[in-house]
């Protein structure tokens, strides 16, 4: 059970200088990064809350700090999302040839949900900047409606990779690929925990976000990582 729990992270524990270079010169790899500090600072942010520290103390100002850096990549990432939604919208009639009507719903929805999110985002952002103005939501209220919308798409994906699970059977060869849906569903399940709390739609509190967010981006960042090659059995046997 340890092990099945640790294996999906053995990749960070790998990776060396020149995988690090090749993350950074990726903006995905860049954006993601910044999403682990600014869960870790998130994470560091509510665990400090519990201990009520008083003004003036080193855990009251690195609490301030922590709280600087998780605002200030947010708001940086937030300008990395720009133009991410043109693929996902592009992706849309694609999903309509897809035969299974089951797969083909699940589709739609988590893929329509992330792009109205990423839209409501931008025009949040927006909001907060002055450039657009009027309606009933200020900046911040926007954004978090559109963060509504990417907590039912993340739920949504996380059915859908539990479907595909049920699909695949018991079979051995598909032992593999199952492993990867039940890492994608908990990925989508612990994201809906973030976006369920950063829209107030259900809170829960900064440190269990900020947890969940350091999982999750973890996942993210290995995902960007350049990939190793495959050593066969055979190969392993012949090196010792």
């Known amino acids: 059970m340890a092990e099945a729990l640790v294996k999906p992270f053995i990749p960070l524990a790998e990776m060396t200088l020149a995988d690090f270079n090749v993350l950074c010169t990726k903006a995905e790899g860049r954006d993601k990064l910044a999403r682990f500090f600014q869960y870790l600072a998130r994470a560091i942010v509510g665990s400090l809350g519990y201990m009520h520290p008083t003004a003036g103390t080193l855990l009251a100002k690195l609490e301030g700090h922590a709280r600087t850096v998780m605002v200030q990549l947010a708001g940086a990432r937030r300008t990395f999302r720009w133009c991410k939604e043109f693929p996902v919208i592009q992706s849309l009639p694609k999903c309509l040839e897809i035969s299974d009507p089951i797969d083909r719903v699940f589709e739609l929805l988590q893929k329509a949900s992330l792009s109205i999110f990423l839209v409501t985002d931008h025009i949040g952002m927006l909001k907060q900047w002055k450039i657009l103005t009027g309606g009933k939501r200020s900046g911040t209220g926007t954004i978090q409606l559109g963060l509504k919308f990417f907590c039912f798409s993340n739920f949504v994906a996380g059915l859908y990779q539990l479907k595909k699970v049920k699909d695949m059977g ?6 593999e690929q199952r492993r990867k849906c039940y890492e994608t569903a908990v ?6 925990v973030q976006t369920a709390h950063l829209s107030l739609l259900y809170q829960t509190h900064d440190a269990i976000v900020g947890l969940a967010g350091v999982i999750t981006s973890s ?11 495959k050593v066969s059995p055979d190969a392993k046997a012949s090196s010792k």
Do not use: F, S, T
Request: aromatic share 0%.
């Open 219 to 229: 996942i993210d960042v290995i995902g960007q990582l350049p990939a190793k090659p």
């Open 187 to 192: 990925k989508h399940a612990l994201l809906v």
């Open 170 to 175: 018991n079979k051995d060869e598909k032992k």
